[in-house]
């Protein structure tokens, strides 16, 4: 890769002060996260500690927090032609821990919003590849100065726990955003600007020409959000496409409004400031049933679709809006394999935490745990299938002994579907319980619907079981199932990866063996897999900057969080060529 330049000036067409200054301020943090993407080591300057940003900030945070609610959010932008919310029958947002939050939201005209946008997009387009990363980087190092305020956002739009709040919803957010922007430089820094090409003729004198080559965006995207993970699945897209040189329009899930409006807030005071126009990001928030993704998806303006969410909608994308670059990541059921171990109690107690995390409500949530039904070999003797069952049982129980910390670690249910899905678990409707969910009072949220994890135990020899296990099933519903072998094992997590998709797989093993057939299986289904997980690492987890969230290999993902291709899609390179 080509050094990042060091400019004392900028084109005339492009240049002033505040555009060199924020080049010079965000030229280590960009040269940092290039290079961490090159070697996948562990970086981030964005600290995970909410102490880190001062001993005021947390409270800080819930105050700016509160001070939004129940009035008007304060957001200009072209084509208002109406309000969205406050009340929940007008679109307005409750909160899964019990209370409508009573914003209201400008509604724009989708027609004036594209229009302004494709009107902004030149000046940002000749800004160049370096001048949009450090606006980029700009917009993401103020919205870390509001982590917490961004928090309690996530906190009260997608029901996460306070720690999952700061992490998921604020700053490992933002490393997904720089993730992106990293990358977008990357790949748009892969040809040189310039070049002088000279061609020795026999004939005479040679041919010099002049080559220039320009990144040039592919148009308009369109960002819909999602209700769970509004901002880490959105950041990646946003700025992937702002980096390479597009305008975007921002969906943001009807529930989950308030993190993508504070991201859109930010990003069109920095741009301003920055001398660009501030409808190069806008937001554009739906009246009740308007159904304002389809209606925005198949418009010509639209060249980028990013969404997050269901099978159903994911696969409409893809058949109808042809006109643009579709990147989907839809319903993944995730498979762990357990055929032996050396640290029982420790595995026990790592997969216990993996499925209390949010409630199993992450899209790397484990669903189906295969043991086989002769039992498996641990540190602690042979423990047959039964025995692996109520030892996870009584771990996961262990673990959520205490309400207060379940409560933080288990969040609020995000949606009635979760909720139904827990109670037909628990009423048996899927097989028989090994353990039932129980609700779990918030001590600070007494409308907060909380509820443990539910185990069923179900067998792959039945058909109707299989069937089941075929499905992702919303909340904390999982699935012991009884496999013939740790061969049969590792062929339904190949086949459920390759017709249901998958996000994550993960085993535990001490053989070599089948450690072998589980990779070679992975490899082939296009799964991240998490082996022997014990200790403070899940395999829930996504590490940005290191790890690929999705590979585009089956139906869970048609793309990867954030690989060269996520990015290149988004812009064509334009090259001139002169005689000299």
């Not at 771990?395 to 009635?416: E, H, K, S, V």
């Not at 899905?421 to 009072?441: I, W, Y």
Request: with cysteine; proline share 6%; aromatic share 6%.
């Amino acid at each position: 890769m080509n050094p990042i330049p060091v400019q004392d000036s900028f084109p005339a067409d492009v240049a002033d002060a505040t555009r060199q200054i924020l080049v010079d301020a965000h030229r280590p943090t960009l040269e940092r996260a290039v290079e961490t993407l090159r070697t996948r080591a562990h970086w981030s300057p964005y600290p995970e500690d909410p102490g880190a940003y001062g001993t005021d900030a947390e409270a800080a945070g819930e105050r700016a927090f509160r001070a939004l609610l129940d009035r008007p959010f304060p957001l200009e932008q072209p084509g208002r032609d109406g309000t969205v919310g406050p009340a929940p029958a007008e679109g307005g947002e409750i909160s899964p821990y019990g209370f409508a939050l009573g914003i209201s939201y400008p509604h724009s005209d989708p027609g004036t919003l594209l229009a302004c946008a494709e009107a902004a997009a030149d000046d940002w387009r000749r800004a160049g590849a370096l001048i949009r990363a450090a606006v980029c980087l700009e917009i993401l190092a103020r919205i870390n100065a509001r982590s917490a305020e961004f928090a309690h956002a996530a906190m009260h739009t997608s029901g996460h726990g306070p720690v999952m709040a700061f992490h998921a919803g604020a700053v490992h957010a933002q490393d997904r955003g720089l993730e992106a922007v990293a990358a977008a430089y990357t790949e748009q820094d892969r040809l040189p600007a310039h070049v002088l090409w000279n061609k020795p003729l026999a004939s005479g004198e040679p041919c010099v020409m002049e080559k220039t080559f320009t990144p040039s965006g592919r148009g308009t995207a369109l960002l819909v959000g999602n209700r769970i993970f509004p901002a880490w699945s959105g950041y990646a897209g946003l700025f992937a496409s702002l980096a390479t040189g597009n305008p975007v329009i921002v969906k943001p899930h009807p529930a989950a409004v308030l993190p993508l409006a504070l991201t859109v807030a930010v990003a069109r005071d920095v741009l301003a400031e920055a001398g660009f126009s501030g409808d190069l990001v806008a937001l554009a928030v739906e009246h009740p049933e308007e159904g304002l993704a389809r209606t925005l998806a198949v418009r010509p303006e639209i060249r980028i679709v990013d969404f997050t969410g269901t099978t159903a909608f994911g696969r409409w994308l893809r058949d109808h809006a042809r006109q643009a670059e579709v990147f989907t990541s839809t319903t993944a059921v995730n498979t762990v394999l357990i055929e032996s171990t050396e640290h029982y109690a420790a595995m026990l107690d790592n997969l216990a935490f993996s499925l209390a995390l949010y409630s199993g409500q992450l899209c790397t949530s484990p669903q189906n745990i295969l043991i086989p039904r002769a039992g498996i070999r641990t540190d602690r003797g042979r423990k047959g299938y039964l025995e692996v069952v109520a030892d996870l049982a009584a771990a996961i129980t262990r673990l959520l002994g205490r309400d207060a910390f379940a409560c933080d670690l288990l969040g609020a249910l995000c949606g009635p579907e979760a909720a139904e899905s827990a109670e037909r678990a628990d009423a048996g409707a899927f097989g028989p319980v090994v353990l039932a969910g129980r609700a779990v009072h918030h001590p600070h949220h007494p409308g907060a619907t909380v509820r443990t994890p539910t185990l069923v135990a179900l067998d792959a020899a039945r058909s109707e079981d299989r069937a089941t296990l075929a499905h992702a099933h919303p909340g904390p519903v999982f699935f012991t199932v009884a496999v013939d072998s740790a061969d049969d094992g590792v062929d339904l997590l190949l086949d459920t990866a390759r017709t249901a998709g998958s996000l994550s797989a993960g085993a535990w093993t001490a053989s070599e063996d089948v450690e072998h057939a589980v990779t070679h299986a992975c490899a082939e289904a296009g799964v991240m897999l998490s082996l022997n997980m014990t200790g403070d690492w899940y395999l829930t987890q996504s590490a940005v900057y290191s790890d690929l969230h999705g590979t585009g290999a089956n139906p869970a993902s048609d793309h990867a969080f954030c690989d060269g291709a996520f990015v290149a899609r988004r812009f064509r390179t334009v090259a001139v060529r002169r005689r000299v």
